[in-house]
């Protein structure tokens, strides 16, 4: 691997998820597969454990390490499920969503048309994280009462876009 910049070296602020995994290595593997990953930076322990890691997913730095019971790290598969989701908007839902289903993802919500304008659908990676993948639609609610007109089904989504 070539000379790496911590992503941080910049001095940008910003919020990063940080994604503990029990296996971040092969986590970064699946992230390059899935949702096309570019690997900014891998810190291995003597064991070979990543003490730190951060890829780059459709420009945003997402920031990985094993899992470490002597720190409080552990992932959601060792928690048994996360509340957080990663929410991803993309030009062609349908087919960032195909790509990370072939991967190895599980369909959590299949992608269709929401009522507040996105097509819209939740995959579940092999480390036990939520990603939301979107399109957003040409003619979504922009008020807060057309949303809620939407969410009542007063008015349908166009999801062309």
């Given amino acids: 691997m070539s000379e790496q910049q911590h992503p941080d070296a910049s001095g940008t602020s910003g919020i990063r998820p940080h994604l503990v995994c029990a296996g971040a290595a092969e986590a970064i593997d699946f ?8 690997e900014m930076i891998r810190l291995p322990m003597p064991d070979g454990k990543l003490a730190h890691a951060a890829v780059e997913i459709n420009g945003g ?11 409080d790290m552990r992932g959601p598969l060792t928690l048994g499920g996360s509340p957080v989701t990663l929410h991803m908007v993309v030009p062609d839902v349908d087919a960032s969503f195909a790509r990370a289903v072939d991967a190895g993802a599980t369909v959590v919500a299949p992608v269709t048309d929401q009522f507040w304008g996105d097509r819209y659908g939740v995959v579940k990676d092999p480390f036990g994280h939520l990603w939301s993948i979107a399109t ?8 807060s009462e057309e949303l809620a007109a939407a969410m009542r089904g007063d008015v349908q989504p166009d999801s062309e876009g």
Wanted: hydrophobic content about 35%.
């Fill in 31 to 38: 992230y390059t597969r899935a949702f096309g990953a570019v």
């Fill in 61 to 71: 730095t997402v920031l990985l390490v094993d899992e470490n019971a002597e720190y």
């Fill in 136 to 143: 957003p639609g040409k003619n979504a609610p922009r008020t």
